[in-house]
């Protein structure tokens, strides 16, 4: 799989976790998902988690996440 994401300019789940991991996010949310994966999109979750210690989540078609400004200080 990461052969074929990295021959078509994408990342796998595991690499995204990676780098948010190394960026100190505190949420990661999977997007753009392959239709050549049906189904259950749990596996990449878990994929990600396992590398990254935040919030872990595959956003659903349409979904909004809210992304706060850090606050002023």
Known sequence: MAGRARSTGHATAREA???AERAGAKRLALTHISSRYPGDARGHQREAAGV?????FVAEDGQTVEIPFPDDE
């Open 17 to 19: 976790g990676k780098i």
């Open 52 to 56: 990254f210690d935040g919030e872990c």
